[in-house]
């Protein structure tokens, strides 16, 4: 099924629904795709998360057990002590 007639399905199946959680869900679901559509990045935010992605894609990345461990390593003062 292409996405054209995908939308006219939920359009069809949404015209009849008239369950008010339903409604509120896909209202919900709007407002959050307006919202993430209207992030307007700089072109160098915008080159800067490309590169970012680029960068996972080619598995250039350090897990976040690794950040952790390199942070607390360097800075040692930024951390409680645990009593031994």
């Known amino acids: 099924m292409n996405i054209q007639a ?3 399905d939920i359009i069809q199946w949404l015209a009849k629904v008239n369950d008010s959680n339903i409604i509120r869900q896909f209202m919900l679901l709007k ?8 992030v307007n990045l700089t072109p160098a935010e915008k080159t800067a998360v490309d ?3 680029e960068s996972i894609k080619e598995g250039r990345f350090k897990s976040h057990e690794e950040v952790t461990e390199a942070t607390r ?7 409680k002590q645990s009593d031994p």
Do not use: D, P, R, V
């Open 31 to 38: 407002k959050s795709n307006e919202e993430m559509a209207s």
């Open 73 to 79: 390593k360097k800075y040692t003062h930024l951390f």
């Open 6 to 8: 995908e939308k006219l």
């Open 51 to 53: 590169k970012g992605l």
